[in-house]
C-alpha cells in the first residue's frame, strides 16, 4: 500500500472531476475558511503567539489557501509548512503558496514555535496491516502474485496478545486493521503540540476502534475499484481508526477533542451563516452553494469524523463542545 501510494500520488494530480476523487476543500471554499478561522480562533485565546501554520497531505493547496485568506483576516499569518513528497503536487501547492516551505516528513517542522497542523483525508492514505481471524488463530494477510495478478493470501500467524483481548473470539474471516505509520506520526506531533504548543486537527472517514473490518479500498476515476488491481495507478486508502489516534495522543501527554461528525463541527464553526452570506453575495449561485453546504454537513457529516489533539496548555479548540 505504501508504495502503490508512493508511486500513484508522485505521477499526477488525483484530485476533481478529471482525476479519481474530490476533497471536501475542493467542493467549496466555506470548507478551508472554516478550517482557517478555527486556528485562527485557538491562537488568539491562546494568546497569539508566533505559531506556524502545517498542513500533512495538502493536495493542491486549496484548503490552505483558503484557510489562510480567512484566518488573515482575524489577524492570523503564520509562516506555512506543508508535508508533501509528490513533485507534482508540490507544483500545484505552489501555484497558491509561494511562499510556503516544503517538508517530506514531519521531523523537519519548525521546533521554536506552537503548530497549527491540519491533516484532512491524510491518515487514510497511510499504509495498513490486517490481521484475518483463521480457524486456528490470527494471521497477517499479505499480498501474493499469481503470474500477473495479486491477491490477498494468509501470512505467519501472529500471538493472539497482540489482538485486543475484546475482539479475539471473532468469527473466522474477522479482519482487525491497524496503522503501524499513522501512530508514528500521531505521536511524533502530540510529542511537539505538547512541548511546543499548538494543536492538531484531524478529519477523515473512519470510526472508533479497535474494531472488526475490512476497510481497505480504492477508487480510480470517482467510482471503487479492486484494490489489488493495477498498483500504483489507484488510490489506495483505509478507514482511519479514530480510538487508536486518540489513544496515542493521550499517551503523549495531548489533550484530545472529539472524534465528533464532520457535520456538527462545521455546523457549530458557523457554515450555515457562511453559507448564507455566500448565497446572498452570490444569488445566482445560490443553489449550487446551499447543495454543497448539504454535502459537507450531510452527505459526508457522519462518515467524516473529526478530532483535535492540542497541547494541555492551550484552550479547549473550539468545535467539539
Known amino acids: 500500500m505504501a508504495a502503490a501510494n508512493q508511486h500513484y500520488y508522485a505521477t499526477r494530480d488525483p484530485l476533481g472531476s478529471g482525476g479519481d476523487f474530490t476533497t471536501a476543500p475542493e467542493i467549496s471554499q466555506m470548507f478551508g475558511e472554516l478550517i482557517g478561522l478555527w486556528g485562527a480562533d485557538l491562537w488568539d485565546r491562546a494568546g497569539r503567539p508566533p505559531a506556524a501554520w502545517v498542513e500533512l497531505g495538502p493536495g493542491r493547496g486549496t484548503l490552505s489557501t483558503d484557510a489562510l485568506r480567512a484566518a488573515g483576516k482575524a489577524g492570523f499569518t503564520p509562516p506555512v509548512h506543508l508535508v508533501e513528497t509528490s513533485p507534482v503536487l508540490r507544483a500545484a501547492q505552489a501555484d497558491r503558496l509561494a511562499d510556503a516551505t516544503w517538508h517530506d516528513a514531519i521531523d523537519t517542522l519548525p521546533t521554536d514555535r506552537p503548530l497549527i497542523v491540519v491533516a484532512n483525508e491524510f491518515f487514510d492514505a497511510l499504509p495498513i496491516r490486517q490481521l484475518v481471524k483463521g480457524a486456528g488463530g490470527w494471521f497477517e494477510r499479505v499480498v501474493a502474485c499469481q503470474d500477473t495478478l495479486f491477491l490477498p493470501i494468509a501470512g505467519k500467524q501472529v500471538p493472539d496478545g497482540v489482538i485486543p483481548e475484546a475482539l479475539r473470539a471473532a468469527q473466522a474471516g474477522s479482519v482487525i486493521e491497524t496503522s503501524p505509520a499513522s501512530v508514528a506520526i500521531l505521536r511524533g506531533l502530540a510529542q511537539r503540540i505538547v512541548v511546543q504548543g499548538g494543536a492538531l486537527l484531524v478529519i477523515d472517514y473512519g470510526y472508533h476502534g479497535p474494531a472488526i473490518g475490512?476497510?481497505?479500498?480504492?477508487?480510480?476515476?470517482?467510482?471503487?475499484?479492486?484494490?489489488?488491481?493495477?498498483?500504483?495507478?489507484?488510490?489506495?486508502?483505509?478507514?482511519?481508526?479514530?480510538?487508536?489516534?486518540?489513544?496515542?495522543?493521550?499517551?503523549?501527554?495531548?489533550?484530545?477533542?472529539?472524534?465528533?461528525?464532520?457535520?456538527?463541527?462545521?455546523?457549530?464553526?458557523?457554515?450555515?451563516?457562511?453559507?448564507?452570506?455566500?448565497a446572498t453575495a452570490a444569488p445566482d449561485r445560490a443553489e449550487g452553494i446551499a447543495a454543497d453546504h448539504q454535502r459537507l454537513t450531510q452527505a459526508m457529516g457522519t462518515l467524516f469524523q473529526v478530532l483535535a489533539v492540542s497541547s494541555p496548555d492551550w484552550p479547549l479548540p473550539a468545535g467539539f463542545a
Do not use: C, S, W
Open 214 to 278: 475490512d476497510t481497505l479500498q480504492a477508487v480510480r476515476g470517482h467510482a471503487y475499484a479492486n484494490p489489488f488491481d493495477m498498483p500504483g495507478e489507484q488510490d489506495l486508502t483505509a478507514h482511519v481508526d479514530f480510538g487508536t489516534l486518540a489513544a496515542a495522543a493521550t499517551v503523549e501527554g495531548a489533550q484530545v477533542a472529539g472524534p465528533v461528525g464532520q457535520g456538527a463541527f462545521l455546523g457549530a464553526l458557523g457554515i450555515a451563516a457562511r453559507a448564507a452570506a455566500l
